[in-house]
């Protein structure tokens, strides 16, 4: 069985960093396509970025230049490095685990899913 755990996140002002981190068990990150999403209140849950094969790295472009996504396949672990922090980057951020080939960009896409971790950022 798939559990991905989430940690890393918090309240930071605006321009500060986090690095957000997803702990998988039960399931290889370097054989598929990993994602993160967030959702804010009262909002879709929105694709933030994908790495696939711990190479091929994928952002929207509202997180693109100031996000880094990474993986460590030994640790069977992705990580989200934010910079550059806005407030309206506020929201939950869940990573994702897909279970065919292929990276999306669509919640639906995504088979696994973690309980999320808040992030907050200030102005």
């Known amino acids: 069985q798939v559990r991905l755990v989430e940690s890393g996140g918090g309240s930071v002002q605006a321009g500060g960093s986090l690095k957000l981190s997803c702990a998988a068990s039960g399931y290889a990150v370097g054989d598929r396509c990993m994602g993160w999403f967030r959702q804010a209140p009262g909002k879709e849950r929105e694709w933030v970025s994908n790495i696939s094969g711990g190479i091929f790295t994928y952002y929207a472009d509202h997180v693109k230049g100031r996000f880094t996504i990474s993986q460590d396949n030994a640790k069977k672990m992705v990580y989200l490095q934010m910079n550059s922090l806005k407030p309206e980057d506020s929201a939950m951020y869940y990573c994702?685990?897909?279970?065919?080939?292929?990276?999306?960009?669509?919640?639906?896409?995504?088979?696994?899913w973690g309980q999320g971790t808040q992030v907050t950022v200030s102005s």
């Open positions: 994702a685990a897909r279970f065919v080939s292929g990276c999306a960009q669509s919640a639906r896409e995504f088979g696994a």
